[in-house]
C-alpha cells in the first residue's frame, strides 16, 4: 500500500538543553557522538548513521516549566555488543556520574534482548545503553530497506578512534508512547509509510530507510502535554513538497484525530512544519537536503565556530546542494 506522504528516511528526533556547551561535553566526551554546534543555542549529533539528534537550548526556566512525565519513554538508545559491555559501561557512569553531572544511573535491567540500563542526563533527558547485535533492530524486520540517505557518508571500519568514557557502537532508536497500539500502527503505517513489527501487545518497532528505529510502546500516562519539543522528523527536498505534505495532513486531521497543525515556517535555515497526532506525539516536515544533517559532518565543522555552513562566501545550505537533486555537493 502507498502511504499518503513520500518521506525518505527517519532523519532526526529532539533533545531539549539548558546550554550547549555542557551538554556537548556529555555527548561526545560521554557517550562518544560525533557532535557539531550549529548556533550558541543548538547542537547535531550523531552515531552510526545520518539520523541525528538535534539538540535545542530552552534553559532552565524553560525546562522546569515543561513537565514532561512521558519523557522517560522518549529516550535515545545506544547499542553495546555484549553482556559484558553493558555492565563494564553501567560502572564506568557510575564512575564518571558527578563529573558529566548526571543525574542518574538505571539499575541493571535483563530482558529478552539482553541487558541495559538507563541514564538521566544534566538536561533532564533519557539514554538507554542496552545489548544489542551488529546491525541494532534490523533482523527483526524482513528484507533490506533503502539506507542510502541514513548510511551516506558512512564507511566500514573496525578502528574507534574515539577517546570517551562510552564507546556504543550505534544509535539504533528513539522512543514514542501511544494510547492505542492498534490505532497508532495503522496511522503510522498509512500515513508515514512505517516497516513495522509488533514485539509484544504493547510494543512496535517502526522502520523507515533507516538504521535507527522507533521503538513504539503503549502507556497510561496521563499528562502529554510539552511534546513539540522533542519532535520526529523526516527531510524532504523542497517547499512545495513540505506544502503538499501539509496538505495532506490537514485533510486527514479528523480522520486520525491529530491534534494541532502548525502552520509553516523558517527554523534553523529550513521551511517546514510540525503537527501533533492522536496520540499527542509531535512530527516535523522540513525541507532539507538529502541525507539529512551529514553535510555539516561533511564539512568538517567545529566546535569552536557555531555557523553553518562553515564555507567562505556561502550564507545558506541552499546554496551547496543541486537544486534538481537535492543532493549535497562539495563544489561552491
Known sequence: MKPLLDLPFLAHGHATLKAVDETVRFYRDFLGLDVLKTSKRTLVARL??????????????????????????????????????????????????????????????????GFSFILLDQDGNYWEILENPAGGYADLFEGECDTSHALRSFSPSGDDQRNSILKPRLMSHMTCEVINLEKSHAFYEEMFGFEMVQLSPKRLLARLNSVAVIDVIQTDTGLRDYK??????????????VD????????????????????????????????????????????????GYYWMFEQGGDLETPFQ?????????????????????HQV
Open 228 to 241: 513539540m519539543h522533542n519532535h520526529i522528523g523526516f527531510d524532504v527536498a523542497g517547499p512545495a513538497i
Open 48 to 113: 552510526g548513521s545520518n539520523t541525528a539528534i538535534v539538540g535545542v537550548t530552552i534553559g532552565e526556566k524553560g525546562l522546569a516549566k515543561a513537565a514532561r512525565p512521558w519523557l522517560k519513554n522518549a529516550h535515545f538508545g545506544f547499542d553495546m555488543p555484549t553482556a559484558d559491555d553493558i555492565k563494564a559501561a553501567r560502572e564506568l557512569s557510575l564512575e564518571y556520574q558527578e563529573s558529566f553531572n548526571i543525574q542518574n544511573v538505571g539499575e541493571l535491567v535483563e530482558g529478552d534482548g
Open 244 to 291: 503538499a505534505a501539509r496538505k495532506i495532513i490537514v485533510e486527514n486531521q479528523e480522520r486520525f484525530g491529530f491534534k494541532v497543525i502548525h502552520k509553516p515556517s523558517g527554523s534553523h535555515g529550513s521551511y517546514g512544519f510540525t503537527f501533533s497526532d492522536l496520540d499527542n506525539n509531535a512530527w516535523q516536515i522540513e525541507d532539507y537536503p538529502r541525507g
Open 309 to 329: 555552513p562553515n564555507v567562505v562566501g556561502v550564507e545558506d545550505w541552499h546554496e551547496l546542494i543541486d537544486p534538481d537533486t537535492y543532493e549535497y555537493h
